[in-house]
């Protein structure tokens, strides 16, 4: 029994669909509009309606699709209005005005009475809207819903006038007054804003507006000001948490401080990509996973600059060429066979002190002396000195990261004297050890 229950309260369902389905494929908007103005202009005015009933019907059903739902509404309340149905055109035109607020006849197009009948359907709607948005702003105003007001107030008033409208701005205004105080001018700013929409005439409201809007355009400059004195002094942690900091913030003006600051990270990118590539035609190239965790170290965020880091390649590796030798004039066949010439000494290793002992001259780093460290601090900079006794810097440890880029800067500016084995130059690989210190 429950079974056979179950199958017959299914049937309505499936025939619904069936028929959306055969409705879909069947009517087709354009040609039965067309069909349906012919209808109209030979004053058959119901088989008119009646083709249009369906198509109707089913754009009800299929949101998105607002320009052929209207024309095929208007065609419709035309069809009543020559049945003289007003009740039923009007209605249609009051749906017309629900999808469109703002739509209007032609008053060059549209007989008198089809003009009298849809504005006054316009202007039922709009009661409509308005009496349901007073209601909204009551309800959230005795509630005091926040939230719910400045919604309310993003979206367009069309001219509504509600008695509670002045509740919503003073409540607004309050809380605005508060979020001033605590100096959460963001906030501040979003609610009086939101409370002028509701009273355009609230005098206070508009003066702490201003106010806050002030404060704020004082704090995005702040935040800017910081942000550039610590990514100048290569804080980069510090500058990175100030980005984030200016990207949370709900001030205007921010986006014209945060393009400031993404353009000073690609410029910085750009530089380094540079002297990497340098580095790896000389062949003083630090390694490649060094390099790429200081560009991470440097980005609050890799988006700010993906297109730039993918670009960066580790430097390729040095590849021999063989010599290849000529076969006698006489052979039938010729042939080449490979001989690698020897391979080049490697570098040698050198304790810090020897190294130390072959200093010719040195740079100190660039650090303003607020900067330096109070308390000595003592770095492990790991250099490789070639056989002209030029410097590349691979790796610098033990130090805040903002004294490294100057600390490498200053070192690869060092000169030593060559190391000599059996009358030929040689690099060599060491660590200086440097501190720093006021």
């Not at 055969?22 to 088989?47: C, G, H, I, M, N």
């Amino acid at each position: 029994m429950f079974r056979k229950i179950v199958i017959v309260a299914l049937v309505p369902i499936v025939v619904a669909t069936a028929f959306l389905q055969r409705a879909s494929a069947q009517y087709d908007v354009e040609s039965t509009l067309t069909r349906a103005q012919s209808l109209y202009y030979e004053a058959r005015f119901k088989e008119s309606v009646e083709l249009l009933l369906p198509i109707d019907e089913l754009l009800r059903q299929q949101p998105g699709h607002a320009s052929e739902n209207i024309r095929v509404k208007l065609q419709l309340a035309l069809g009543y209005i020559g049945q003289n149905q007003t009740t039923q055109a009007k209605a249609v035109f009051q749906e017309v005005c629900a999808l469109d607020a703002a739509y209007s006849l032609d008053s060059s197009q549209f007989a008198p009475k089809v003009l009298s009948l849809f504005n006054d359907a316009k202007a039922e709607q709009k009661k409509v809207r308005c009496d349901a948005r007073c209601a909204e702003i009551d309800t959230y105003s005795k509630s005091a819903n926040v939230q719910g007001l400045l919604r309310l107030a993003g979206e367009p008033a069309e001219g509504c006038t509600c008695e509670a409208a002045a509740g919503a701005a003073e409540l607004l205004y309050m809380q605005g007054v508060e979020a001033y105080k605590r100096e959460d001018f963001a906030q501040a700013v979003e609610k009086l804003r939101a409370a002028l929409k509701f009273r355009p005439q609230h005098d206070l409201a508009l003066q702490y507006a201003e106010l806050a809007e002030s404060k704020a355009k004082f704090v995005v400059e702040q935040k800017l000001l910081d942000w550039r004195k610590n990514f100048e002094a290569q804080e980069f942690p510090r500058a990175a948490s100030l980005y984030r900091q200016m990207e949370s913030v709900n001030f205007e003006g921010k986006t014209a401080a945060l393009e400031q600051m993404r353009a000073e990270y690609r410029k910085a990118v750009s530089s380094r990509l540079e002297s990497w590539n340098q580095g790896c035609s000389s062949g003083s190239s630090m390694s490649a996973d060094t390099f790429h965790q200081q560009l991470k170290d440097l980005l609050p965020s890799e988006t700010i600059a993906a297109d730039l880091v993918a670009k960066f390649s580790p430097c390729e590796p040095e590849v021999t060429v063989p010599v290849v030798r000529s076969v006698a004039p006489a052979a039938s066949i010729a042939a080449a066979a490979p001989t690698n010439t020897p391979a080049a000494p490697r570098c040698l290793e050198m304790q810090p002190q020897q190294a130390m002992a072959r200093i010719k001259s040195q740079v100190s780093p660039n650090i303003p002396f607020d900067r330096m460290p109070a308390a000595p601090v003592s770095l492990h900079v790991k250099v490789r000195i070639d056989e002209n006794g030029n410097v590349s810097v691979t790796n610098i440890a033990g130090g805040p990261l903002y004294l490294n880029e100057p600390m490498r800067a200053a070192v690869e500016r060092w000169k030593f004297q060559p190391a000599v084995v059996q009358d030929q130059r040689r690099c060599v690989e060491t660590e200086l050890p440097v501190v720093l210190k006021r």
